[in-house]
Structure formats: structure tokens, C-alpha cells
């Protein structure tokens, strides 16, 4: 039997704080189960810049040379499941996250002859994750991690994905270590995402 796969895209650059706790929390849980992991830090990849040729929507490619953008695009097609954690920046995703999603654009959807989006990952499941300095609950009153997991929102939607769980945690500036509610927290969603 093939051993299924989860793919986590952090998008933090801190390597202790607590996106990275939380992104362990799930990997371990997922391994337990007997999962095979990767995980993707946006902050050690090199991509370039998308051109906004829009050559991808009409060739399926890419019209820049090969990097970090097409073999990450490559892990989500492969993965049955996937998880994408994210700091708040300026009430929305960090910018290496952004340029990621930008350049495989043409390999998370689809459109139709008539510009309606055609998802390509119908039938995968997703949890998505942000954290930010905002105290709780003005993290999600003043959109600032609930931001992040907006824009998350619509990448995943239209891409097809089934969105079964989302984690926001605020206050970051001071609440450096995950809580045991906050970590339970991780491993429950990561199991719902294994159903």
C-alpha cells in the first residue's frame, strides 16, 4: 500500500517561533499516523519574480527558467493533503508566500473559455494556519491573522481545496510557546485533515 503524503508550506522565517511549533505539532501527528511529510520553509527557496506573461495559462508552463516554483508546484500535485502556515504581514500573507502562489498559478487552477476558474485539486483536503502579534481577538476583529487566512482562503477554494480546519492564534509578541490547548489544537486538526 503507497504511504499518503501531506505537504506543509511554512511561510515563516523564524525557525523557533510559533508557526514552527505548530508545524511541528502537525508533523509529528501526521508521521505517528503513519504519513510521509514535507515540508517546504518559502524563506529557502529561490523563485523568481512572476513576469505576468500569462504564457502559463495558455501553455500550461511556465515561461521562466526552472526553480524552486515548479518543483514545490510538483509536491502539491503529488501530496493528498496540504498545509499552509503564514505570519501575518500587513493583515496578509508574507510576500515569499505570495510570489510562490503567483508563479504556479497555472498549476493550482484552470479557466474556462469563458474566464470562470476550473480547480485542479478537487478531492484534497487543507488546513490552513496564521499567527500574529495582534492580541487576541483583535487578531481576527481588525483582519490581521483572519487576513492571512482570507487570502489563504481564496488560493485554496479555487485551486479546488477543501478547507477543513484553520488556526489563528494573536498576541505572539509575548506568547512565544504554544499552549497544550494550542497544540492539541494542531494535532486535531492535522488527524481531521487525515480522514
Given at each position: 500500500m503507497e504511504t499518503k503524503s501531506i505537504l506543509i508550506i511554512n511561510a515563516s522565517p523564524r525557525k523557533?517561533?510559533?508557526?514552527?511549533?505548530?508545524?511541528?505539532?502537525?508533523s509529528e501527528e501526521a508521521k505517528a499516523c503513519g504519513?510521509?511529510?514535507?515540508?517546504?520553509?518559502t524563506q529557502n527557496l529561490h523563485v523568481r519574480p512572476c513576469m505576468a506573461c500569462m504564457q502559463c495559462r495558455t501553455?500550461?508552463?511556465c515561461a521562466l527558467p526552472e526553480d524552486d516554483a515548479q518543483r514545490v508546484l510538483q509536491l502539491i500535485q503529488d501530496c493528498e493533503a496540504l498545509i499552509i502556515a503564514a505570519p501575518c504581514y500587513w493583515g496578509n500573507i508574507p510576500g515569499t508566500l505570495k510570489l510562490l502562489f503567483d508563479r504556479i498559478v497555472y498549476g493550482m487552477m484552470d479557466e474556462s473559455d469563458r474566464g470562470?476558474?476550473?480547480?485542479l485539486h478537487k478531492g484534497k483536503r487543507c488546513?490552513?494556519?496564521?499567527?500574529?502579534?495582534?492580541?487576541?481577538?483583535?487578531?481576527?476583529?481588525?483582519?490581521?491573522?483572519?487576513?492571512a487566512i482570507r487570502a489563504l482562503k481564496e488560493i485554496c477554494r479555487y485551486s479546488g481545496f477543501k478547507i477543513?480546519?484553520?488556526i489563528e492564534k494573536g498576541g505572539t509578541r509575548r506568547n512565544t510557546t504554544l499552549t497544550e490547548r494550542e497544540a492539541m489544537k494542531c494535532r486535531k486538526a492535522v488527524r481531521k485533515l487525515m480522514r
Amino acid at each position: 500500500m503507497e504511504t499518503k503524503s501531506i505537504l506543509i508550506i511554512n511561510a515563516s522565517p523564524r525557525k523557533k517561533g510559533n508557526i514552527a511549533q505548530m508545524v511541528n505539532e502537525m508533523s509529528e501527528e501526521a508521521k505517528a499516523c503513519g504519513w510521509k511529510v514535507d515540508v517546504i520553509e518559502t524563506q529557502n527557496l529561490h523563485v523568481r519574480p512572476c513576469m505576468a506573461c500569462m504564457q502559463c495559462r495558455t501553455k500550461g508552463l511556465c515561461a521562466l527558467p526552472e526553480d524552486d516554483a515548479q518543483r514545490v508546484l510538483q509536491l502539491i500535485q503529488d501530496c493528498e493533503a496540504l498545509i499552509i502556515a503564514a505570519p501575518c504581514y500587513w493583515g496578509n500573507i508574507p510576500g515569499t508566500l505570495k510570489l510562490l502562489f503567483d508563479r504556479i498559478v497555472y498549476g493550482m487552477m484552470d479557466e474556462s473559455d469563458r474566464g470562470f476558474p476550473i480547480p485542479l485539486h478537487k478531492g484534497k483536503r487543507c488546513v490552513l494556519v496564521s499567527t500574529s502579534t495582534t492580541p487576541w481577538p483583535l487578531n481576527i476583529l481588525l483582519n490581521q491573522s483572519h487576513g492571512a487566512i482570507r487570502a489563504l482562503k481564496e488560493i485554496c477554494r479555487y485551486s479546488g481545496f477543501k478547507i477543513v480546519a484553520t488556526i489563528e492564534k494573536g498576541g505572539t509578541r509575548r506568547n512565544t510557546t504554544l499552549t497544550e490547548r494550542e497544540a492539541m489544537k494542531c494535532r486535531k486538526a492535522v488527524r481531521k485533515l487525515m480522514r
